[in-house]
RNA sequence: AGGGCUAUCGCCAAGCGGUAAGGCACAGCACUUUGACUGCUGCAUUCGCAAGUUCGAAUCUUGCUAGCCCUG
């Protein structure tokens, strides 16, 4: 019986080359985008993010050449409840939210997929640096290949079950590579540029984001150093995150960076880079993709934040989903809302979402 | 009212007669889940004002002006 996959497109690049190594492989494949938003400005290039009406004619064109039926799926609603909802409310909370670690939780790997379930599609795939293996009777997640475009930190919510139908072509390739394929095959789209930012925050204005999607308007508060004082105005807490120095629009002999965020006072404390540092943090939510929650404490790596290194820590266990963590060094700007993320070598523990330091 | 001190980019601050360091802030670019970090680039023909000495002054002199401190 043939295989069957439901490619995730985004219009870019990786994905296009994801889909034409699916079907090499001698799968029957369709491909799709997921409308997420409303696009403010169609037509209009967006060179920085994804799913714009631009990005999708790019992956319908790269669909039909690949031969393959292509369809939008309208997730609009789904997103703004699940995705940018939570993104509006964790900046009023003073916590600095991941939204593309909850797109790839709640849309790509559930509601698109039961989607490719319906139409009897079991396995959904996409253009996400990583790598599945299935190993002594588990599925596993590694980091990809290519380590300097590794998504797997972004995909620690995965589990059994959702692992058990996914595909991710590119987790051997590097981006070279993948760029060299999109050549071969005349893609239009393979010299385009990375798609990065937050797709649904154009020009980086998530003021105005937060507004459109019923954020509250949050009031103007004091600056204030690590002795309590008042140094300065900020522009509202949801402006910044941990471990910012641009933007403060403030001036001392060193440089400042944002080392607290308190959402009840409506205070930023502002210190000096070595007040960032932290060893230990709680961590709720935790997913462990093997499905078992480790017994005991164990020494591995942990990543806090995107494209920071992981450190060697200990990992707590201290509930089925909470977690605490030791790093042997201090780390710099650990931040509550982003992710944590267990690594083993190259191999992806799980994660959470760190929660407060202690 | 007398005495002293200081005036250099939005902020801080080098400079001490030889033709304006640096940091912060800001802007742009690169990188990027982040108006984050980081990196790169840019940012005072001009030193409170006026005049003088000098081949040459932000640097010396004089006079204004402003601020600070002390004494009454």
Not at 6 to 16: E, N, P, R
Not at 47 to 71: E, F, Q, T, W
Not at 95 to 122: H, Q, W
Not at 147 to 170: A, G
């Amino acid at each position: 019986m043939n295989k069957k996959a439901l490619i995730a497109m985004s219009g870019g690049v990786d994905s296009s080359v994801a889909a034409a190594l699916m079907i090499q492989e001698g799968y029957e494949c369709i491909g799709c985008t997921m409308k997420l938003f409303e696009n403010k400005e169609e037509g209009e290039a967006r060179p920085k993010s994804c799913c714009s009406l631009d990005d999708v004619n790019d992956a319908r064109r790269v669909s039909h050449a690949l031969g393959m039926p292509y369809y939008v799926f309208n997730y609009k609603k789904d997103f703004e409840e699940k995705i940018i909802r939570k993104f509006v409310q964790s900046y009023e909370h003073g916590v600095t939210p991941n939204p593309c670690i909850d797109c790839n939780r709640y849309m790509k790997f559930d509601k698109l997929y039961e989607r490719a379930k319906l139409l009897g599609y079991d396995t959904i795939v996409t253009g996400h640096y990583a790598r599945v293996e299935f190993i002594n009777g588990k599925y596993v997640l590694k980091k990809s290949v290519d380590e300097t475009k590794d998504q797997s930190y972004v995909l620690y919510d995965l589990t059994q079950e959702k692992l058990k139908h996914i595909q991710f072509p590119l987790g051997g390739l590097t981006k070279t590579r993948v760029r060299e394929i999109a050549e071969e095959y005349g893609f239009l789209n393979a010299n385009k540029k990375d798609s990065q930012d937050i797709c649904f925050v154009p020009d980086g204005d998530y003021a105005k984001v937060m507004l459109q999607y019923g954020g509250n308007v949050l009031p103007k508060g004091d600056f204030i150093d690590t002795d309590g004082n008042i140094i300065g105005q900020h522009q509202g807490i949801s402006h910044y995150t941990i471990g910012q120095r641009k933007g403060l629009g403030i001036s001392f002999p060193e440089p400042r960076y944002v080392t607290h965020v308190d959402p009840k006072e409506h205070t930023i404390t502002l210190g000096k880079n070595e007040d960032l540092f932290e060893t230990t943090f709680q961590v709720k939510d935790v997913n462990w993709i093997s499905g078992e929650v480790p017994s005991e404490a164990f020494d591995c790596k942990v990543k806090v934040r995107y494209r920071q290194k992981e450190q060697t820590a200990i990992v707590i266990p201290t509930s089925a989903d909470t977690v605490l963590v030791q790093y042997f060094v201090k780390e710099r700007a650990i931040t509550p809302g982003q992710a944590a993320v267990f690594y083993m070598d190259d191999v992806i523990l799980g994660g959470g979402v760190i929660e407060k330091i202690t």
